[in-house]
């Protein structure tokens, strides 16, 4: 399939060229460092007792120092929010880009963990160095006590050395419990350990206290290899004795060494203290509780829980991170908004589907001694509920549904969630935005998931309808699983039963025809479901089109397939099946 240049920019440019900025920032603090260390008359004396393993060492610190800055930045999701909600502040190509913190988060860990072995592997050398090279003419140079001392033994007695293997430990921890795996077999081992970063920032801020590397302060004085008062010719080597002709040559003084002035904090403290605030801004915002209105149990073990908190306010597309205390205290799981209070109704809500010890948990709560059977109607439960807590809203990518004159969302499952509450939107009759046209595709694998929101699709339609805009929302919803398949028969519901799709979506047909329908027009489009449905859309986004038509490509990361941090489920066999890629 040919790659369309203008669509590959549009949806990959931005991306790589922050991928390629990030990795000249990093080279280019490598290169200068090591140059520096290298060159440097101040380290003169240092290089000539450590050799090229100081260079590498203090080289990889400065690419550390930097990862380590990001790595906090990106995990500030408040301000990413505020970041993206200003309008006037960022594009929406700045916005999109915002969409990528997370994989940037993980790129700058995987920097930090392969630089870390850089940065450890030289300082081995270097301890190793201080030990063989030790030196008599320059005592205060020394790291080790005398010639030969052991390497283990001036590891374990300092200050660096110690809070470097700390470091190494907590890094191994969390390389470890993040590694694929772990995630999918036990979420919270990595989401507990990922904790320590609390105590890996404040050891790391320990960690240049000693004064292991030294410069020297006199150069005007001493400078770097001149001959000392009543140094002997042999003390000298061959090639500093050619530069020393005169009696100028001579030191006045003797070198006198500092310890290299500490850099890591200068980099990290001001990432920390603004991701801290940001964390007490969000425990003070999420410390009141909330009301739980209403818990409706849906088909196919799907709960919708409708909520109301004080001045809570949201967009549509925006997530809330949630809390039980009485499942647990210290978990938190993300779920997306299906619906976002407005000004006559105050109470939002989201979907949750049960897949996981902590849902299970949670809905026994709930709805205690209660049958998850399938029904087709819900059924409203009303008692007494426990008590919750909620973080946010953050923004995602939903929330440029409306920044399109064109959108195209494609949902697979419960990944729909992001989108009914943009369909609340609608028929709420938000204003101010600038979306045209709204394309929906739903693919599910039992026929009883669409009546999750089989109410809001009906009324949404009959809205349309009666303002004398039908062609405003283009709907068709897919099932998947033919067995024992029937229809929707209620009457309510006859509008859906038209829309009704069995087999898989032909993706590349849809988007040709709504390419065919909409002309040199930028569409975005916008998918939370499955790997295999994301796959084939950003692949067919990026590839060129006939009409003219660009498709710009956002996917959704948080759609409540299951509730982090708990174990991911994929989709069904039968679903896997209707998203396979298009030929």
């Known amino acids: 399939m040919a790659v369309s240049l203008r669509s590959w920019v549009a949806n990959e440019g931005g991306k790589h060229l922050v991928l390629m900025l990030w990795l000249g920032a990093n080279a280019w603090l490598f290169l200068n460092t090591f140059l520096l260390f290298s060159t440097g008359q101040q380290y003169h004396y240092l ?23 990001l790595v906090l930045l990106t995990m500030c999701r408040s301000v990413l929010t ?95 419990s993040s590694s694929y795996c772990v995630r999918t077999s036990n979420y919270e081992i990595f989401w507990y ?9 404040i050891i790391l801020m320990m960690h240049m206290v000693g004064g292991v590397l030294k410069y020297q302060t006199n150069i005007e004085a001493h400078p770097p290899g001149c001959l000392r008062p009543n140094q002997s010719s042999t003390e000298q080597h061959v090639d500093d004795l050619e530069q020393l002709e005169d009696d100028d040559s001579r030191c006045k003084e003797d070198a006198h060494f500092e310890p290299h002035y500490p850099q890591t904090w200068l980099w990290v403290s001001g990432p920390l203290c603004l991701y801290c605030v940001e964390r007490l801004y969000r425990c003070i915002r999420s410390s009141a509780p909330v009301t739980i209105v209403t818990v409706i149990r849906h088909p196919c073990d799907v709960i919708e829980l409708r909520m109301l908190k004080k001045d809570f306010k949201a967009r549509p597309g925006q997530y809330i991170v949630l809390n039980c205390p009485s499942v647990s205290s210290f978990e938190n799981h993300p779920f997306t908004l299906t619906k976002c209070p407005t000004v006559n109704k105050e109470t939002f809500g989201i979907h949750l589907r049960v897949v996981g010890d902590w849902t299970e948990r949670f809905t ?89 929101f089989a109410e809001l699709l009906c009324a949404l339609h009959q809205k349309l309808w009666e303002e004398n805009r039908p062609d405003y929302f283009n709907l068709k919803l897919y099932v998947s699983q033919v067995d024992n398949l029937q229809s929707i028969s209620e009457e309510q519901f006859r509008p859906l039963s038209s829309r009704m799709l069995v087999g898989r979506p032909r993706w590349k047909h849809i988007l040709d025809e709504i390419g065919k329908s909409n002309k040199h027009k930028r569409v975005g489009v916008f998918c939370c479901g499955p790997k295999g449905i994301s796959r084939t859309l950003h692949r067919l986004c990026n590839s060129s089109r006939s009409r003219g038509t660009t498709f710009e490509f956002n996917k959704e990361g948080i759609c409540s397939w299951v509730a982090a941090p708990e174990r991911p489920v994929g989709p069904e066999p039968a679903l896997k099946d209707a998203v396979k890629d298009e030929k």
């Open 364 to 452: 026994q709560r709930l709805l205690p001694q209660s049958r998850m059977d399938l029904e087709i109607l819900p059924m409203v439960q009303q008692r007494t509920y426990p008590k919750l807590y909620i973080d946010g809203p953050f923004g995602s990518p939903s929330e440029e549904v409306f920044n399109y004159d064109v959108s195209l969302c494609v949902a697979g499952g419960i990944g729909v969630t992001p989108f009914a509450c943009v369909l609340h939107a609608l028929l709420d009759g938000w204003r101010g935005f600038r979306l045209q046209r709204l394309y929906f595709v739903w693919v599910c694998r039992e026929l009883q998931s669409f009546y999750w």
């Open 47 to 69: 290089y000539k007792m450590l050799g090229v393993g100081v260079c590498i060492s203090r080289a990889s610190a400065s690419v550390l120092n930097l990862n380590c800055s």
């Open 193 to 201: 350990t990922h904790n320590l970063f609390i105590i890996f920032y």
């Open 82 to 176: 505020f970041i993206r909600g200003t309008h006037a502040v960022s594009s929406r190509k700045t916005r999109r880009l915002l969409d990528k913190s997370k994989t940037f988060h993980v790129a700058c860990g995987i920097a930090v963990c392969l630089f870390s072995v850089v940065h450890v592997s030289a300082h081995m050398v270097n301890v190793v160095n201080f030990s063989s090279r030790y030196s008599d003419d320059f005592p205060a140079l020394n790291l080790a006590r005398y010639r030969g001392e052991d390497p283990k033994w001036i590891i374990l007695t300092t200050v660096p050395g110690i809070t470097g293997v700390l470091l190494v430990l907590i890094l191994l921890l969390m390389l470890i």
